[in-house]
């Protein structure tokens, strides 16, 4: 560009606005510019301008602020045309009417069932199913070694899991999972080109209606089939509202948790005195997820919340109709929340588990319990199998997937010992 006006408008309105890596090169870094930049960051996302908020407290007061809501039709960026279908994160946002995009008394309606039926007490029923699910997973782990000893412990343990789980929770046959995962990981992946992503989002709406209708027609006792049920002298949940209350579930149960299980064994064997510690069972498993869950989140960014009206935050203020990002990795490593070591991995810290990791408010997340029992069975079950548990490669060498709004590694490839 030769026009100086033209560079210095250009550069001014750029001024401040940190570039989300599409790439993942530097999370960690990338982090720490968000918290250096302020409560309220300006963020670029694929050429969108949001905010992200970067701080625990703030958060927590955005997350209850009923003048942010989920309806992309609040969002002025959509409202002009500037944002379509075409802009890679939109099936992040516009997934349908769910309880994931609707607020106030009809996302009461939406998700009362489903998290009634994952509390930790409804939970304990399905505690044997997937203490087996775990059991058959680690046997495959053994037959899965490589000529070297070498396995990847996230295609063979760590992914399967959580789809075997939700799967299970929401009636979804064994013969579709690997169909699910392959979806799924096109659909986060910022290598799918775009239309691809529109034409498997297509796909899977498909396949979960002819799931609604089939469970419509002959009922069984998973939660789909729950949803459908209207309550006793209650408003049934439309077809729409079932399956999208259905895909969000499929969606968040599989991808979150695998996130979760890779992390802490992860950072168990990047901080071997603290894995000692818990294996001599000084501290519990449940210090290790807590501290994973706050230190190295699952999602990195949640997408995205819209101002109804101008709402000032410090010394900012977010302008009716702008989108508003919430950077669950930065607020995990907040130092006003956790202290100034809060970049460290800490099984011992005494604020593990005053994390935000699974949001706050009315859309805190619905499946939080049923993570913790999976991660809380997954990982003393993986432990106790194979104590000698180690990386097959250094560390530095584990990549991130091309994803931006989650933190998902490629493979890991492990040694049992
Ligand atoms: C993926 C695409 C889809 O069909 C439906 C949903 C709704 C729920 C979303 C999910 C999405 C992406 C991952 C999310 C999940 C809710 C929790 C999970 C954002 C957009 C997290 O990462 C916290």
Redo the contacts with the bound molecule.
């Keep these: 560009m030769n026009c100086p006006h033209a560079e210095a408008a250009l550069a001014d309105r750029n001024a401040g606005v940190i570039t989300i890596d599409p790439m993942v090169q530097d999370l960690d870094g990338e982090t720490a510019r968000l918290r250096d930049a302020g409560v309220l960051a300006r963020i670029d996302l694929l050429g969108v301008p949001a905010w992200t908020v970067t701080r625990h407290a703030e958060a927590r007061q955005l997350l209850v602020d009923p003048r942010l809501v989920k309806d992309i039709d609040a969002w002025g960026l959509w409202q002009s045309g500037v944002v379509t279908r075409a802009w890679p994160l939109i099936?992040?946002?516009d997934?349908?009417r769910?309880m994931?995009t609707v607020d106030g008394s009809e996302h009461r309606r939406l998700r009362t069932k489903t998290s009634q039926a994952l509390t930790p007490r409804r939970l304990e029923a399905i505690r044997p199913d997937i203490e087996k699910f775990t059991e058959e997973l680690l046997d495959a782990l053994d037959a899965a070694q490589g000529e070297d000893g070498v396995v990847d412990l996230k295609a063979v343990f760590a992914q399967p899991l959580p789809m075997k789980v939700v799967g299970m929770l929401m009636g979804v046959d064994e013969s579709q999972h690997a169909m699910l995962t392959r979806q799924y990981k096109a659909?986060f992946s910022m290598l799918t080109p775009q239309d691809e992503r529109l034409a498997l989002?297509a796909e899977?709406d498909v396949f979960y209606t002819d799931l609604v209708r089939e469970k419509t027609a002959r009922p069984t006792d998973d939660l789909t089939s729950a949803l459908i049920l209207a309550e006793e002298g209650g408003d049934p949940l439309t077809e729409e509202e079932v399956v999208g209350n259905l895909?969000?579930m499929v969606?968040?149960g599989h991808?979150?948790t695998i996130g979760l299980v890779l992390n802490a064994v992860r950072a168990l064997l990047s901080h071997p005195d603290q894995l000692r510690s818990v294996l001599a069972g000084e501290i519990g498993w449940d210090a290790v997820v807590e501290e994973t869950l706050r230190w190295d989140t699952?999602?990195t960014h949640?997408l995205m919340r819209f101002a109804t009206e101008d709402l000032a935050v410090g010394d900012q203020v977010i302008r009716k109709g702008e989108g508003v990002v919430i950077s669950y990795r930065a607020i995990g490593r907040d130092a006003e929340q956790h202290g100034p070591d809060a970049d460290a991995f800490d099984i011992t810290r005494p604020t593990r588990n005053r994390h935000m990791t699974f949001g706050h408010g009315p859309h805190i997340?619905p499946g939080a319990a049923l993570s913790r029992v999976e991660a809380g069975i997954a990982l003393p079950a993986l432990f106790g199998r194979f104590p000698g548990l180690r990386l097959a490669v250094p560390d530095e060498e584990i990549t991130k997937l091309p994803v931006m709004?989650?933190n998902d590694m490629a493979t890991f490839p492990v040694l049992l010992g």
């Design positions: 099936g992040m946002i997934a349908g769910s994931f659909f989002l899977l895909k969000a969606a968040a991808e979150t699952p999602t949640l997340c709004t989650q």
